[in-house]
Every structure is written in C-alpha cells, then in structure tokens.
C-alpha cells in the first residue's frame, strides 16, 4: 500500500499526519490490471484498505492501520472510527442548490401529503402578511385531484398574487391575482416554448408550463442579495451533511452568480462548485461574449463558471419532453404533440460549435429522445468544425436514449449525467409516463447500464430539490430500480441496474471528471485533496442492508470538517 516500505520511511522523513482515520475501511481506487469481468475477488474486495493519512489538506497515504498509524505525531489527531467505510466526498454532478436552499425560506411543499398543500399555503401566507408574493415550490404533477386550480390558491391567499412550482421545476400553479397581473387571459397565445393550461372554455386553469411560467415569474419581486447568499450557504449546509463535497449547479443566472461570487469571496464556501451558465433559448449567439465575461469575473478559489446549461426540452408527465414519435393519448391512440425543442436543431448544434470553441463544457437538459439526439448531433457538429478536445459535454437526464444513439456517447466522449433516483415504477411513471409512450419506447427509459456498457462514462447527480439530495439514496435505486419506501416493488426495466461499485464510482469518480476535479479530487489516493465522507457501514459487507439506509457521520474537505457527528471527535482535525 502507499503507506508502507521505502514510500512509507520517505514519508516520515518528510514529516507527520495531521490526520490519521483508523477503524473503517477506506475505499481506494480499482486496481488498473484487475478491472476486467472476473478478476480475482469482488470489486468490494479489491478496493480496501485499514485507513487514511491526512497532511496539510491532502492524502498522505493510504494502508493498513498499522502503517498509518506510524505516521502519527503527538499533534496529529487520530480518530478511532466505529467501523464503517470511509469514501471519496460525493460530487453532484447536477443539483440546484442556491435554489434549494432558497425554497427552504419560501413556502416548501416537498413532502407534504397533496391534500395537505393548500394548508400550507395558508400558514405560510398568515406567517408572512408582509411578503408581496406567496412562492414556494414541491407539489407534485397529477397528485391534485381535477389538477390545481387557480381558484383554489385565491382561498388561501388573501388577494395576494401567489406562484408554486412543481417540484420538476417545469411548471407553476399560479392564482388569478398573479394571471391579472400578467394580463394572462383565455385570449392569451402559448409563448413559443411553453403552453398555458386551459379549461373548456379556453381560461386559464392556473397551471403554466415551460416558458408559459415566465408570464408571470418575471414580475416576482427578486430575492435581495443577501438572501441569495443566505440560500448559497443553507443549501451548501444541507449537502454538506449528505457527504457531498462538490457539486455542478445546474442553470445559474447572473444574481445566482452574484450571490456564489460573494460567498466564496468571504470564505465561506467550503465546496467545489461549477456554475453551469443558463443559456437563454430565446436569444441567439450575441450571448456568449456576456458568457464568457461571467466566467472570467468567476474564477479563484474554489468556485468557476466553466460551463453552460441548455435546456432542450422539457418533462415527459407535461407532454414537453422532445419526442422522436408522438405521445399516445393514454389509450394506445398516438396524437399530434412531440414535445418542443426549446431551441431549434440548426441553432443547437451551431450554439454548441461556439461554445465548445470558447472552451465551455455544454450541459444539455435533455430528456425525451428526440432532445438526446438533438443534443449528441450538436456535439458531434462541434467536433467537426472545431477539433477533438478534451471537452466535458454531458447530458442530463437522459430518460429516453434510443438504442441507436447509446454508442454515441462513448463515441463522442460525452458524459451520461443521469439521476437515478427517477427510474422507478411511482406514481409518475405509472400515471403520467406509461400510458402515454409505446411499449417499446418505455424499454429505452434510463439506460444507465445499457450506456455503461456502450461504453458512455457515467456521472451521478440528483437534480435537488427535484428529488432528494442524499447520494446513497439515489445509488440504492440506481443498484435495485425500486424506490426505497417501497422496497417490496417491482424492479423498473431491471436490465438496466448497476453495481454498486459502478454506481459509487457515478457520484466520485465519474462525477469528479463531469466537473474537471479528477486530479484533486473524486478518489483517495496520495497526492489528492482530502474531501472525505465517512459512512456508518461497509454498504459492500455482509448483512449491510440497503445502501439508502447508510448514514455520512461527516464530511471533510481539504481534511477539514464541514459536518461531522459530535461524538466522533472531528473538531479540530488538522494538527493546528
């Protein structure tokens, strides 16, 4: 091991830990030459070992504890773990977590009964008379009986204009104050990328999709800056506890921006972060000069705006997602709607072509086939007026991948930015997504193990607050395609399950090259910067139980704590 022999005396010579973690597995990357199928031992076998040195922020070594205890000094602290397995610090390769931790302050719905949220609404709306707008987020599509309806918010809000989004992100349940406002009536057209939900009569219901939600989001008061910053470390904190110690934030917009900038001039942000630039589909490529002064102003420290989000399409339970064939009525009967294209093929691929020239990563939202084809025929449009790259292209979502397209990945070097965490048989694939898609197109639907052996690379995000943050969560379902409160389920499309040894490597290893930190971090291994998580058990032992059911009892960055149990005895960790 690193730690032992010639390297281990060299590096007593050189000087102590700060940190020795003795008493937990420590999970190291897969050995080069026993990778292959039928190497010898389990992958869980292959990549142990007793513990994990720590010096001035990074990986001294890594062996027995026997060796790494060796390294310790009187000042270095050694912590006597309680079992367990100490992994790699989690890297979501797509979440919201400004917006996350802004909708923790505004009014949340996320896991509330449906018959509970307009309840909600009133308490929030009695708890905050001054607030000028009720908003909030979380409630689920086709959970309210006969769908929401506008008339049902203006009950509970007192005259004040109210706007809910889904906990997609792809629609908005608004009340006739906020309509009025707008100047949204029965008369008004759908915007090009979005529609208006409409009674008989052709009035607004109150729900908004796509770009339709714009009509009257625009006209919300903006959060001040300091509760963007405020959202930034309530959201940093929330991940912090679930292991993760860098992440990709998924459409950020230049106050978001704003807001990331502030905090890490303070110090305060104690994560990884690339801001992934939201590309507006409404204008043309005069944007990417204002891009790329946004990257620019970004960079330092440990925050860069390397990237740009594109959204190509929308979600399938509101009928948006690009389609290569059009949705089913619900029985059998094919209708008129594929969904939209949120921009143009032609204008993709030639937005693509710039900013992979001006050295972005492009981020594609891409749900529907249609969308993934759309995207991986932009990238491979790029590559041929630009050059191959050492480009991070990846796609997000990725529910629909036509067979024929899987191979392009690998092909392309894309990367397959998938979260598991949707590819169940709940309420939202049983009621809003099966019925509408043919039997074989609702085969193609989260491919993940399909795209590994395609040879795609895979990384794992979690899309928050759109689903829970928790990586072990989402790797459980991404291992069995059951839900975790529902594990007597039926597995959905089993043929598409992964290791668990694949999917750990999804939200470290893979994740980590999604966000260009795989030489400092996403692995532990000498030389590499000590984010840590610890885990409560082996998840790969014997009588472990569900991964979903592990627990991070602390989070380390550069060796540091972000989060960490008391009892444990973390605090102060570093030597001093």
């Known amino acids: 091991m690193a730690g032992g022999g010639q390297k281990g005396r060299r590096l007593r010579e050189r000087g102590l830990a700060d940190l020795v973690l003795v008493g937990a597995a420590v999970w190291t990357p897969a050995p080069a030459a026993r990778q292959a199928p039928g190497g010898p031992g389990t992958p869980g076998e292959r990549r142990r070992a007793g513990a994990v040195a720590v010096r001035g ?12 205890r060796a390294l310790a000094g009187p000042a270095t602290l050694v912590v006597e773990l309680p079992g367990g397995l100490v992994v790699p610090g989690f890297h979501d390769a797509h979440v919201h977590a400004l917006a996350g931790g802004l909708g923790q302050q505004q009014c949340d719905l996320h896991d509330l009964p449906p018959g509970e949220y307009l309840q909600a609404v009133a308490g929030y709306a009695a708890d905050h008379p001054d607030a000028p707008w009720v908003v909030g987020d979380g409630w689920l599509m086709g959970a309210v009986s006969g769908g929401p309806r506008r008339d049902q918010l203006d009950r509970v809000t007192a005259g004040r204009p109210a706007f809910l989004t889904s906990t997609d992100g792809h629609s908005a349940w608004v009340n006739q104050a906020a309509l009025a406002l707008a100047g949204v009536t029965g008369d008004t057209p759908d915007p090009p990328r979005g529609r208006i939900e409409r009674d008989p009569d052709g009035g607004p219901t109150g729900v908004l999709h796509e770009d339709a939600m714009r009509l009257v989001e625009e006209l919300i008061p903006p959060p001040a800056p300091g509760d963007l910053e405020a ?23 230049p ?11 303070q110090g ?16 043309g490529l005069e944007q990417v000069a204002e891009l790329v002064e946004r990257r620019r102003q970004a960079r330092g420290g440990r925050l860069r705006a390397s990237a740009v989000k594109v959204f190509q399409d929308g979600v399938v339970e509101n009928f948006t997602a690009a389609m290569l064939a059009p949705y089913l009525d619900g029985h059998g009967i094919p209708t008129g709607n594929s969904g939209i294209s949120m921009v143009p093929a032609a204008e993709l691929a030639a937005a693509v072509t710039r900013l992979d020239r001006e050295g972005f990563d492009v981020h ?40 024929a397209d899987r191979p392009r990945f690998g092909r392309l070097g894309v990367i397959a930015n998938a979260q598991p965490f949707w590819a169940v048989l709940d309420h939202y694939m049983r009621d809003l997504t099966l019925p509408f898609l043919t039997g074989e197109r609702a085969g193609w639907q989260y491919p993940f193990a399909s795209l590994e052996r395609a040879g795609a690379r895979l990384a794992f995000g979690s899309d928050w607050t759109v689903s829970t943050a928790d990586p072990l969560l989402e790797m459980e379902v991404a291992v069995t395609r ?11 499309l089993p043929a598409e399950r992964l290791g668990l040894a694949a999917a750990l490597d999804a939200f470290t290893s893979g994740s980590a090259h999604a966000l260009r930190l795989e030489r400092e971090t996403g692995s532990i291994e000498p030389g590499k910067l000590a984010d840590l998580a610890v885990l409560d058990r082996d998840p790969f032992a014997p009588g472990a139980g569900p991964v979903g059911d592990a627990r991070v009892l602390a989070t380390l960055v550069e060796g540091e704590p972000v989060w960490s149990e008391p009892a444990l005895g973390l605090v102060g960790a570093g030597g001093g």
């Open 231 to 253: 959202a930034v470390l309530r959201g940093q904190a929330h991940l912090h506890r679930l292991g993760i110690t860098a992440w990709q934030d998924a459409s950020v917009g």
């Open 482 to 492: 059951v839900a975790p409160d529902d594990r007597g389920a039926e597995p959905f």
């Open 57 to 68: 922020g990074r990986v001294a070594a890594v062996g027995s504890e026997a060796e790494m």
């Open 364 to 403: 594609v939202h891409a749900i529907g086939d249609r969308a993934v084809r759309e995207a991986l025929d932009a990238v491979e449009a790029a590559v041929a007026a630009n050059g191959p790259r050492d480009a991070r292209h990846q796609l997000a979502h990725i529910q629909l991948v036509h067979p």
């Open 268 to 283: 305060a942000l104690t994560a990884r972060v690339v801001a992934a630039l939201t590309w507006d589909a409404g204008r």
């Open 255 to 265: 106050e978001a921006l704003a807001a990331y900038q502030a905090v890490a001039a």
